[in-house]
């Protein structure tokens, strides 16, 4: 059974500083990974999406990376601003599935 | 601008008092999901459609149906809400793992947050 797992929970950081998000999954037998944010009270936006053959994306000041092998996959997040505070949510699909697979989540405060 | 669109964003029920949430998409995708989020919690899959294809996950519980009368709508009715069904409920669209567009990302709407009186 595929385990998707965030750490850390929570952070807290000053604004400018650049950040690292952390996923691990249990299953390596991945179709793609995603990495949504979201803000409180609000629906998904979907940041980075990584197919199981790449590894990595980026979109702006925000870098994904995918090491299938080992389970893994990390979220940079450069000159980090108060407008990226949110929870940010990774997730996995299965091979042959329509079920994306959820971590916990990281909540991310950045501070004036 | 495509997107995912749920009405109403905020909907309050009576325990016991069916009610019916909505989903429609200008995306033109051809797979829409029907995820549950609890407080702090992350989102877990209801059921998803595969054009008129229903398929629904083991361990969701029969007080909760779906209909998908077009490929743009979808609702979730729950027949008798119970304190416990008290959550965001979010609606996603992708393309299908064939397509080979988009890769099967999955978009998602703003949510329907479901208080249960």
């Known amino acids: 059974k595929q385990e998707v797992t965030q750490i850390p929970a929570a952070l807290s950081v000053p604004e400018g500083e650049n950040l690292v998000l952390n996923c691990s999954f249990t299953?390596?037998?991945?179709?793609?990974l995603q990495w949504f944010r979201q803000d409180p009270g609000k629906g998904l936006t979907s940041l980075l999406l990584i197919q199981s053959s790449q590894r990595e994306q980026t979109s702006g000041r925000l870098n994904a990376s995918l090491d299938k092998s080992s389970g893994r996959s990390t979220l940079y997040i450069a000159a980090s601003q108060p407008g990226d505070s949110a929870t940010y949510l990774c997730a996995v699909l299965m091979d042959s599935s329509y079920k994306l697979i959820f971590g916990s989540g990281t909540r991310l405060l950045v501070r004036p | 601008d495509a997107m995912v669109i749920q009405n109403p964003r905020y909907q309050v029920t009576q325990f016991g008092k069916p009610v019916t949430l909505s989903c429609s998409q200008t995306?033109?995708?051809?797979?829409m999901y029907w995820y549950q989020q609890k407080s702090s919690q992350a989102p877990k899959l209801l059921f998803h459609?595969?054009?008129?294809?229903?398929?629904n996950e083991a361990d969701t519980p029969d007080n909760f149906q779906s209909r998908r009368p077009n490929t743009s709508f979808c609702f979730l009715d729950i027949r008798s809400p119970g304190l416990g069904d008290a959550a965001m409920y979010l609606c996603a669209t992708s393309t299908d793992l064939s397509s080979g567009r988009g890769g099967n990302e999955q978009f998602f709407g703003p949510g329907t947050r479901l208080t249960v009186l």
């Open positions: 459609y595969y054009d008129k294809d229903f398929n």
């Open positions: 299953d390596s037998a991945i179709y793609n």
């Open positions: 995306l033109n995708h051809n797979v």
